[in-house]
Protein backbone atom coordinates (compact mmCIF):
# COMPACT_ATOMS: atom_id res chain seq x y z
CA UNK A 1 0.00 0.00 0.00
CA UNK A 2 1.47 3.45 -1.08
CA UNK A 3 1.78 6.13 1.36
CA UNK A 4 -1.29 8.34 -0.02
CA UNK A 5 -3.09 5.36 -0.15
CA UNK A 6 -2.73 4.59 3.76
CA UNK A 7 -3.60 8.19 4.44
CA UNK A 8 -6.88 8.34 6.12
CA UNK A 9 -7.78 4.65 6.75
CA UNK A 10 -7.57 2.80 10.11
CA UNK A 11 -5.41 -0.05 10.30
CA UNK A 12 -4.04 -2.37 13.18
CA UNK A 13 -0.56 -1.88 13.24
CA UNK A 14 2.30 -4.20 15.66
CA UNK A 15 2.82 -1.95 18.76
CA UNK A 16 6.68 -2.10 18.29
CA UNK A 17 6.10 -0.62 14.82
CA UNK A 18 5.88 3.02 16.70
CA UNK A 19 7.37 5.20 18.34
CA UNK A 20 5.38 7.49 21.17
CA UNK A 21 6.40 10.86 19.87
CA UNK A 22 6.24 13.26 22.49
CA UNK A 23 4.47 11.07 24.82
CA UNK A 24 1.82 11.85 27.02
CA UNK A 25 1.89 13.67 30.99
CA UNK A 26 -0.98 11.77 32.01
CA UNK A 27 -0.33 10.81 35.65
CA UNK A 28 0.47 6.82 36.30
CA UNK A 29 -2.07 6.11 37.98
CA UNK A 30 -4.61 7.18 35.27
CA UNK A 31 -2.75 5.11 32.83
CA UNK A 32 -2.51 2.02 34.50
CA UNK A 33 -6.04 1.65 35.64
CA UNK A 34 -7.42 2.55 32.48
CA UNK A 35 -5.21 0.07 30.99
CA UNK A 36 -6.66 -2.71 33.41
CA UNK A 37 -10.12 -1.53 32.38
CA UNK A 38 -9.59 -1.75 29.04
CA UNK A 39 -8.00 -5.74 29.74
CA UNK A 40 -11.05 -6.50 31.32
CA UNK A 41 -13.08 -5.02 28.56
CA UNK A 42 -11.54 -6.70 25.35
CA UNK A 43 -8.45 -5.31 25.29
CA UNK A 44 -8.95 -3.30 22.12
CA UNK A 45 -8.59 0.85 21.69
CA UNK A 46 -11.58 1.98 20.76
CA UNK A 47 -10.58 5.13 19.91
CA UNK A 48 -7.53 4.87 17.18
CA UNK A 49 -4.09 6.78 17.90
CA UNK A 50 -3.04 9.15 15.14
CA UNK A 51 0.09 8.00 13.73
CA UNK A 52 2.07 8.96 10.65
CA UNK A 53 4.43 7.36 8.89
CA UNK A 54 8.76 8.19 9.44
CA UNK A 55 10.13 4.87 7.01
CA UNK A 56 8.98 1.68 5.95
CA UNK A 57 6.57 -0.02 8.59
CA UNK A 58 7.70 2.66 11.04
CA UNK A 59 5.40 5.51 12.39
CA UNK A 60 5.11 8.07 15.48
CA UNK A 61 2.43 9.49 17.16
CA UNK A 62 0.94 12.58 16.38
CA UNK A 63 -2.18 12.25 18.68
CA UNK A 64 -4.04 10.44 21.49
CA UNK A 65 -0.83 9.99 22.87
CA UNK A 66 -2.61 9.04 26.26
CA UNK A 67 -4.14 5.81 24.22
CA UNK A 68 -1.12 4.67 23.34
CA UNK A 69 0.45 4.73 26.66
CA UNK A 70 -2.31 2.93 27.84
CA UNK A 71 -1.55 0.02 25.49
CA UNK A 72 1.95 -0.03 26.18
CA UNK A 73 0.70 -0.16 30.01
CA UNK A 74 -2.11 -2.63 28.85
CA UNK A 75 1.15 -5.01 26.66
CA UNK A 76 -1.44 -5.26 23.94
CA UNK A 77 0.45 -6.56 20.90
CA UNK A 78 -1.49 -4.43 18.34
CA UNK A 79 -3.67 -1.02 18.69
CA UNK A 80 -5.50 0.43 15.94
CA UNK A 81 -3.96 3.84 14.54
CA UNK A 82 -5.61 6.22 11.69
CA UNK A 83 -2.73 6.85 9.85
CA UNK A 84 -2.10 11.26 9.10
CA UNK A 85 -0.05 12.72 6.58
CA UNK A 86 3.53 14.20 7.49
CA UNK A 87 2.70 17.97 7.67
CA UNK A 88 3.12 20.01 10.43
CA UNK A 89 -0.19 21.55 10.31
CA UNK A 90 -1.78 18.04 10.63
CA UNK A 91 0.38 16.68 13.68
CA UNK A 92 -0.85 20.55 15.36
CA UNK A 93 -4.40 20.02 14.47
CA UNK A 94 -3.88 15.98 15.97
CA UNK A 95 -2.68 17.41 18.96
CA UNK A 96 -5.13 19.66 19.67
CA UNK A 97 -8.12 17.51 19.08
CA UNK A 98 -6.99 15.16 21.21
CA UNK A 99 -6.42 17.72 24.07
CA UNK A 100 -2.81 17.71 23.76
CA UNK A 101 -2.07 21.09 22.65
CA UNK A 102 -4.27 24.14 23.60
CA UNK A 103 -4.98 26.24 20.25
CA UNK A 104 -3.71 29.75 19.80
CA UNK A 105 -4.96 32.69 18.24
CA UNK A 106 -2.92 35.12 16.64
CA UNK A 107 -3.58 38.64 18.82
CA UNK A 108 -2.64 40.66 15.56
CA UNK A 109 -6.23 39.76 14.02
CA UNK A 110 -8.55 38.44 16.94
CA UNK A 111 -12.17 39.41 17.32
CA UNK A 112 -13.28 41.16 20.81
CA UNK A 113 -15.08 37.98 21.21
CA UNK A 114 -11.76 35.81 20.95
CA UNK A 115 -9.83 37.95 22.56
CA UNK A 116 -12.75 37.88 25.68
CA UNK A 117 -12.57 33.89 25.50
CA UNK A 118 -9.26 33.31 25.21
CA UNK A 119 -8.72 35.64 28.55
CA UNK A 120 -11.43 33.57 30.50
CA UNK A 121 -10.15 30.68 29.33
CA UNK A 122 -6.70 32.20 31.17
CA UNK A 123 -8.63 33.41 34.26
CA UNK A 124 -10.19 30.14 35.11
CA UNK A 125 -7.54 27.58 35.08
CA UNK A 126 -6.64 26.51 38.79
CA UNK A 127 -3.29 28.85 39.95
CA UNK A 128 -4.23 31.08 37.09
CA UNK A 129 -2.23 33.90 37.30
CA UNK A 130 -4.83 36.13 36.04
CA UNK A 131 -6.86 35.47 38.53
CA UNK A 132 -7.46 38.70 39.92
CA UNK A 133 -7.38 40.28 36.23
CA UNK A 134 -10.48 41.97 35.53
CA UNK A 135 -11.78 40.32 32.20
CA UNK A 136 -13.94 43.09 30.83
CA UNK A 137 -11.11 46.20 31.42
CA UNK A 138 -8.34 43.47 29.71
CA UNK A 139 -10.72 42.49 26.83
CA UNK A 140 -11.63 46.33 26.30
CA UNK A 141 -7.70 47.58 26.58
CA UNK A 142 -6.25 44.45 24.08
CA UNK A 143 -8.92 44.92 21.90
CA UNK A 144 -8.72 48.99 21.26
CA UNK A 145 -5.08 49.37 21.35
CA UNK A 146 -2.95 49.07 18.08
CA UNK A 147 -1.98 45.07 18.76
CA UNK A 148 -1.65 44.54 14.84
CA UNK A 149 1.81 46.47 15.19
CA UNK A 150 2.90 44.35 18.20
CA UNK A 151 6.19 42.49 18.57
CA UNK A 152 6.00 40.75 21.84
CA UNK A 153 3.33 40.91 24.68
CA UNK A 154 5.33 44.40 26.59
CA UNK A 155 3.07 46.74 25.68
CA UNK A 156 0.01 44.98 27.10
CA UNK A 157 1.59 45.93 30.77
CA UNK A 158 1.31 49.69 29.79
CA UNK A 159 -2.22 49.49 28.97
CA UNK A 160 -3.34 49.58 32.73
CA UNK A 161 -5.64 46.16 32.57
CA UNK A 162 -3.81 44.23 35.76
CA UNK A 163 -1.54 42.46 33.16
CA UNK A 164 2.06 43.10 35.00
CA UNK A 165 5.49 42.48 33.24
CA UNK A 166 5.31 39.26 35.85
CA UNK A 167 1.88 37.94 34.38
CA UNK A 168 2.13 39.21 30.50
CA UNK A 169 4.27 35.75 29.67
CA UNK A 170 0.86 33.71 30.51
CA UNK A 171 -0.93 35.06 27.59
CA UNK A 172 1.57 33.28 25.11
CA UNK A 173 -0.35 29.76 25.95
CA UNK A 174 -3.59 31.22 23.97
CA UNK A 175 -2.00 33.89 22.07
CA UNK A 176 0.67 34.59 19.11
CA UNK A 177 1.18 38.02 17.29
CA UNK A 178 2.09 38.01 13.19
CA UNK A 179 2.69 42.00 13.81
CA UNK A 180 2.35 43.72 10.53
CA UNK A 181 5.04 46.93 9.74
CA UNK A 182 3.76 50.71 11.24
CA UNK A 183 2.46 52.39 7.97
CA UNK A 184 4.75 55.28 7.60
CA UNK A 185 2.39 58.67 7.52
CA UNK A 186 2.30 61.47 5.18
CA UNK A 187 4.46 64.59 6.00
CA UNK A 188 2.59 67.10 8.13
CA UNK A 189 3.45 71.05 7.33
CA UNK A 190 4.10 71.85 11.01
CA UNK A 191 3.85 75.36 10.43
CA UNK A 192 -0.36 74.75 9.78
CA UNK A 193 -0.74 71.49 11.55
CA UNK A 194 -4.35 71.17 13.48
CA UNK A 195 -3.75 69.48 16.98
CA UNK A 196 -4.89 66.79 16.08
CA UNK A 197 -2.47 66.01 13.09
CA UNK A 198 0.32 66.61 15.54
CA UNK A 199 -1.46 64.47 17.95
CA UNK A 200 -0.92 61.65 15.58
CA UNK A 201 2.45 62.19 14.28
CA UNK A 202 4.19 62.37 17.44
CA UNK A 203 2.41 58.76 18.30
CA UNK A 204 3.56 57.28 15.43
CA UNK A 205 7.21 58.35 16.57
CA UNK A 206 6.67 57.62 20.14
CA UNK A 207 5.00 54.28 19.39
CA UNK A 208 8.21 53.00 16.96
CA UNK A 209 9.56 49.92 17.78
CA UNK A 210 12.93 50.81 18.96
CA UNK A 211 11.81 54.79 19.44
CA UNK A 212 14.25 57.34 21.06
CA UNK A 213 11.29 59.41 21.84
CA UNK A 214 9.03 56.40 24.04
CA UNK A 215 10.24 58.90 26.86
CA UNK A 216 7.97 61.60 25.66
CA UNK A 217 4.74 62.48 27.12
CA UNK A 218 2.40 62.27 23.81
CA UNK A 219 0.14 65.00 25.72
CA UNK A 220 1.96 67.33 27.02
CA UNK A 221 4.19 67.13 23.57
CA UNK A 222 1.41 67.57 21.44
CA UNK A 223 0.25 70.84 23.72
CA UNK A 224 3.36 72.59 23.59
CA UNK A 225 4.09 72.26 20.28
CA UNK A 226 0.37 73.34 18.85
CA UNK A 227 0.27 76.48 21.37
CA UNK A 228 3.97 77.74 20.19
CA UNK A 229 4.31 80.22 17.31
CA UNK A 230 5.37 77.50 14.79
CA UNK A 231 4.20 79.66 12.14
CA UNK A 232 7.49 81.15 11.84
CA UNK A 233 10.24 78.34 12.98
CA UNK A 234 12.38 78.27 10.11
CA UNK A 235 13.95 74.65 11.68
CA UNK A 236 12.94 72.65 14.61
CA UNK A 237 14.96 74.46 17.38
CA UNK A 238 12.25 75.79 19.37
CA UNK A 239 10.71 72.67 19.92
CA UNK A 240 14.08 71.70 22.31
CA UNK A 241 12.87 75.01 24.69
CA UNK A 242 9.33 74.02 25.02
CA UNK A 243 10.10 71.85 28.06
CA UNK A 244 8.18 68.96 26.04
CA UNK A 245 10.74 65.95 26.13
CA UNK A 246 12.44 66.75 22.97
CA UNK A 247 15.61 67.64 23.54
CA UNK A 248 18.65 68.91 20.92
CA UNK A 249 19.46 65.39 20.75
CA UNK A 250 15.94 64.44 19.29
CA UNK A 251 14.71 67.12 17.64
CA UNK A 252 15.79 65.78 14.27
CA UNK A 253 13.56 62.63 14.52
CA UNK A 254 10.66 64.60 13.44
CA UNK A 255 11.78 65.43 10.36
CA UNK A 256 10.02 61.70 9.37
CA UNK A 257 6.87 63.07 9.95
CA UNK A 258 7.08 66.77 9.59
CA UNK A 259 8.03 69.93 7.37
CA UNK A 260 7.90 73.59 7.62
CA UNK A 261 6.63 76.40 5.36
CA UNK A 262 7.33 79.21 7.89
CA UNK A 263 5.90 82.29 6.99
CA UNK A 264 7.84 86.12 6.63
CA UNK A 265 7.74 87.42 9.73
CA UNK A 266 6.03 90.97 9.37
CA UNK A 267 8.07 94.05 10.08
CA UNK A 268 5.97 94.77 13.59
CA UNK A 269 5.02 91.74 15.95
CA UNK A 270 4.20 92.22 19.28
CA UNK A 271 3.49 88.98 20.77
CA UNK A 272 5.73 87.82 23.23
CA UNK A 273 5.33 83.73 22.38
CA UNK A 274 6.62 84.63 18.64
CA UNK A 275 9.48 87.04 19.43
CA UNK A 276 10.78 84.58 22.47
CA UNK A 277 11.20 82.00 19.85
CA UNK A 278 13.09 84.54 17.70
CA UNK A 279 16.55 84.74 17.45
CA UNK A 280 18.65 88.00 18.59
CA UNK A 281 19.13 88.44 15.04
CA UNK A 282 15.76 88.64 13.72
CA UNK A 283 14.57 90.58 16.68
CA UNK A 284 17.56 93.37 16.38
CA UNK A 285 16.83 93.56 12.41
CA UNK A 286 13.16 94.00 13.54
CA UNK A 287 14.31 96.74 15.85
CA UNK A 288 16.26 98.66 13.30
CA UNK A 289 13.15 98.83 11.28
CA UNK A 290 11.57 99.96 13.81
CA UNK A 291 14.27 102.76 14.64
CA UNK A 292 14.70 101.87 18.35
CA UNK A 293 17.60 103.56 19.57
CA UNK A 294 20.37 101.76 21.19
CA UNK A 295 18.95 98.55 20.27
CA UNK A 296 22.52 96.90 19.11
CA UNK A 297 23.38 96.66 22.91
CA UNK A 298 20.20 94.83 23.97
CA UNK A 299 20.06 91.12 24.72
CA UNK A 300 17.44 88.84 23.81
CA UNK A 301 15.12 89.73 27.10
CA UNK A 302 15.37 93.62 26.37
CA UNK A 303 14.52 93.16 22.75
CA UNK A 304 11.45 90.87 23.87
CA UNK A 305 10.44 93.64 26.50
CA UNK A 306 10.96 96.77 24.04
CA UNK A 307 9.18 95.45 20.52
CA UNK A 308 6.42 93.57 22.73
CA UNK A 309 5.73 97.71 23.86
CA UNK A 310 5.29 98.68 20.56
CA UNK A 311 1.69 100.21 20.30
Given at each position: ????????????????????????????????????????????????????????????????????????????????????????????????????????????????????????????????????????????????????????????TKLGCGITTAKVNALKEVFYLTPQPIP????????????????????????????????????????????????????????????????????????????????????????????????????????????????????????????????
Amino acid sequence: MSNLSKIGKLIHLYMDEIEAGDGTNAPDFLISSTAKFMNETGGRNWIPVIVKEVGEDQYQVIGNSFIFAVAEAAALEKVWCIIADESEETEKISKILSGEKIPQINLSTATRDEIKAAIQYLIEKPDSQLKRVKLPVVTNRIDEAPRQYWKDFKPITKLGCGITTAKVNALKEVFYLTPQPIPEPEKVNLSIATKDEIKAALQYLIEKPDSKLKQVDLEKATNCIDEAPRLYWKDFKPITKLGCGITKAKVNLLKEVFYLTPELISEIITDRNVLNSMTVTELKKMAKKQEIPGYTKKKKEELVELLSAIN
